[in-house]
């Protein structure tokens, strides 16, 4: 069983880039969101993800569980991952989110950026 730093990890790392998956789709996903505000946002906006980004989403939470590197304590970016657990098409996903989201976060997360480029550097 993994300790509860561990886990904690793991849920910081999910909840991250749940977030980065949600600027990209609320930004890039015009119609899915139009169609939200059609149906009188039955959930909470902060949370919404169309169908294709919802499933991106909850394929980087299970790769997320599964990533040894995090139980290791050596997990890197995943950019630099010798491992990578991501299908190519959903690599391929992940890379266009983290492009045209990674610059934007500095506005929604400012601390965590900052501490993000310290690792980079």
């Known amino acids: 069983m993994e300790s509860e730093e561990i886990q904690q990890k793991r849920i910081k790392e999910q909840n991250t880039v749940t977030f980065m998956i949600q600027i990209y789709c609320h930004k890039n996903h015009k119609a899915a969101w139009n169609e939200y505000k ?27 569980q599964k990533c040894p590197y995090i139980a290791k304590g050596t997990k890197t970016f995943c950019n630099h991952c010798k491992t990578h657990c991501y299908k190519p098409e959903y690599r391929e996903k ?25 690792k980079k550097f």
């Open 94 to 118: 992940i890379r266009k989110v983290m492009r045209y989201s990674g610059p934007r976060m500095i506005f929604f997360m400012p601390g965590m950026c900052i501490k993000h480029l310290k």
């Open 38 to 64: 059609k149906q009188g946002g039955q959930t909470p906006k902060k949370v919404f993800l169309c169908s294709e980004c919802q499933d991106l989403a909850e394929y980087a939470r299970l790769r997320s």
